[in-house]
């Protein structure tokens, strides 16, 4: 009964937080926490319930990032909450807006999994404003695709056309997803087969960069190795089954082929030879197995002196 209850007060905390201030999507992130924690005092949440309370008010791609940047095992809501303030603090949204989010278009190159870097363009798009959102509409595909290795560039641009837009490309935003999904299925194939070398990473000319280091990106770098060293490890696990299924199919095949040619012609040969009616025959009375037991001189004795007598 104490279970039904304390789920009541839970959905009543995150029913409350999202018709006032709606899902978390990682903006005003002081803000929030600070209107979340109000609203647990007042309806008395436990301590121990408030991080996977607050997890599930987060929008669907905010929550993917805070299970896999913040969420740590055993962790408690203090922890959780200094996590949290750390990795959102910078998303602001005076800040996000279409200026921000087009100068981030204009020096971020998306050098992550392709699926990542979709994601976490979504996230940047929707970050801003309404009004921003709708400005670039039109043009958000194109922006992405400007983010990508130019190689990818060339391999999606084909599979994504719409002659019936203005800029020849789709505006489904489903559709670029399920695309994307493909082609980043089809080069986990390819790097198994043939390591593939991407236009940014042909050496060139060495810009001088002097800008902090961006901790965020190493997160995400971290990620993506991740992801394609487990990746890899599943495909190499696969293709070793399947060459030890080959290599015993083989030596089968080999086996059959190596059957001396006598026997396949003539199948009494492969019966082995009888032996002559008395030979090897064991002796019933000495054991020996020089002659059987009616030639045994020890028994010839035995007979002439009635020790055995044979029976009809």
């Known amino acids: 009964?104490?279970?039904?209850?304390?789920?009541?007060?839970?959905?009543?905390?995150?029913?409350?937080?999202?018709?006032?201030?709606?899902?978390?999507?990682?903006?005003?992130?002081?803000?929030?926490?600070?209107?979340?924690?109000?609203?647990?005092?007042?309806y008395g949440l436990p301590e121990d319930n408030k991080k996977d309370t607050f997890i599930r008010i987060a929008h669907g791609f905010t929550r993917e990032r805070?299970?896999?940047?913040?969420?740590?095992?055993?962790?408690?809501?203090?922890?959780?909450?200094?996590?949290?303030?750390?990795?959102?603090?910078?998303?602001?949204?005076?800040?996000?807006?279409?200026?921000?989010?087009?100068?981030?278009?204009?020096?971020?190159?998306?050098?992550?999994?392709?699926?990542?870097?979709?994601?976490?363009?979504?996230?940047?798009?929707?970050?801003?404003?309404?009004?921003?959102?709708?400005?670039?509409?039109?043009?958000?595909?194109?922006?992405?695709?400007?983010?990508?290795?130019?190689?990818?560039?060339?391999?999606?641009?084909?599979?994504?056309?719409?002659?019936?837009?203005?800029?020849?490309?789709?505006?489904n935003w489903d559709n670029v997803r399920a695309v994307v999904h493909r082609l980043a299925q089809r080069q986990e194939r390819n790097?198994?087969?043939?390591?593939?070398?991407?236009?940014?990473?042909?050496?060139?000319?060495?810009?001088?960069?002097?800008?902090?280091?961006?901790?965020?990106?190493d997160d995400s770098e971290l990620t993506m190795l991740r992801t394609s060293v487990e990746s890899l490890v599943k495909h190499v696990e696969t293709l070793a089954t399947e060459i030890a299924t080959i290599k015993s199919m083989q030596e089968l095949k080999l086996r059959d082929q190596e059957k001396p040619k006598e026997l396949e012609q003539n199948p009494r040969n492969q019966m082995p030879a009888r032996r002559p009616f008395n030979q090897a025959r064991r002796c019933l009375w000495c054991d020996d197995l020089e002659h059987p037991h009616w030639t045994c001189n020890l028994f010839k004795e035995a007979k002439d002196k009635n020790w055995v007598t044979e029976v009809d």
């Open 1 to 42: 009964m104490a279970d039904h209850f304390e789920e009541q007060r839970i959905w009543k905390i995150i029913d409350a937080i999202k018709i006032d201030r709606g899902e978390f999507t990682g903006i005003n992130v002081t803000t929030y926490l600070k209107y979340y924690e109000q609203l647990t005092e007042q």
């Open 66 to 171: 805070i299970q896999l940047r913040v969420v740590q095992p055993n962790m408690t809501w203090v922890d959780f909450k200094t996590r949290l303030l750390t990795k959102f603090s910078h998303e602001d949204y005076s800040k996000n807006n279409r200026a921000t989010f087009m100068r981030w278009v204009g020096t971020t190159k998306l050098d992550q999994h392709i699926t990542q870097g979709l994601a976490e363009f979504d996230i940047k798009f929707n970050q801003m404003p309404q009004a921003d959102r709708t400005a670039l509409e039109a043009d958000k595909l194109r922006n992405f695709l400007n983010m990508i290795d130019p190689s990818l560039r060339r391999e999606l641009e084909p599979m994504l056309e719409d002659k019936a837009t203005a800029s020849g490309l789709t505006r």
């Open 191 to 217: 790097q198994i087969q043939t390591p593939r070398i991407y236009e940014r990473d042909v050496p060139g000319k060495i810009d001088n960069d002097l800008t902090p280091h961006n901790s965020r990106k």
